[in-house]
């Protein structure tokens, strides 16, 4: 079957250092779809990347993730934190094309930013 | 930023009492996704429609919740008969064809008393 793993259900950070969040990911489908959704509290979740494309960096709002299909992993990262990046971050895995196309979320890790 | 209206943003229901959200999807989407978030913010599938038809749901969604998207209609999500541990955050997600990117609701917050 299909699922993400995400190994780090909370990263407390301070401002300035840099950001990684793991994930990693099992699927059946040859050509997978994998995202990053952040999600701030009383907001409704937001897509922050996404990326089908083997080893090819895609950045957004200073995060960038690259998908390495031999590894299974799909790792978020940010050179420099902010005190704004306080959020949940949830990693997901869909099958492109697949015409059910429910997304796969790993469990979420929670980012605090520190001053 | 996502155009996904989910309606009532919080419900409080009894156990045994029905619970009914709705959803309207960002226009010209014609997939739908429903996910409850639990309490330790993990994210489970419900059921997904495309357009009017139902493309897959889970086991429990299929015995205690009854869930249709009508056209000209907003979708809508029912749980039947609420329980404690229905309690969760129901969010609700369009998108344009199967296994794109998803747009999200802020979702409807059920508590069971």
């Known amino acids: 079957g299909d699922s993400v793993t995400q190994t780090e259900g909370l990263v407390t950070l301070t401002e300035g250092l840099p950001v990684m969040l793991n994930c990693t990911y099992q699927?059946?489908?040859?050509?997978?779809?994998l995202f990053w959704y952040v999600h701030y509290l009383n907001e409704s979740p937001r897509l922050l990347l996404k990326?089908?494309?083997?080893?090819k960096r895609t950045e957004h709002q200073g995060f960038h993730a690259t998908l390495h299909k031999s590894s299974s992993s799909f790792h978020l990262q940010k050179s420099s934190a902010q005190l704004s990046d306080s959020a949940l971050y949830y990693c997901?895995?869909?099958?492109?094309?697949?015409?059910?196309?429910?997304?796969?979320f790993g469990a979420g890790t929670q980012l605090i930013v520190i001053p | 930023n996502s155009k996904v209206i989910q309606t009532p943003r919080y419900l409080v229901k009894g156990q045994g009492q029905k619970a009914k959200m709705r959803c309207i999807p960002e226009?010209?989407?014609?997939?739908v996704f429903w996910y409850q978030q639990n309490k330790n913010n993990e994210f489970k599938f419900l059921i997904n429609?495309?357009?009017?038809?139902?493309?897959?749901q889970i086991d429990m969604t299929e015995k205690r919740f009854s869930a249709e998207c009508p056209s000209n209609s907003p979708c809508s999500l029912e749980i039947q008969s609420s329980e404690a541990g229905d309690s969760a955050l129901y969010l609700c997600a369009s998108s344009l064809a199967g296994g794109e990117e998803q747009y999200f609701g802020p979702g409807t917050r059920l508590t069971v008393l």
């Open positions: 699927t059946i489908y040859s050509n997978p779809f």
């Open positions: 429609f495309q357009n009017q038809e139902v493309l897959q």
């Open positions: 226009k010209g989407h014609p997939v």
């Open positions: 997901a895995l869909s099958g492109r094309g697949s015409a059910l196309g429910r997304l796969h």
């Open positions: 990326s089908s494309t083997d080893n």
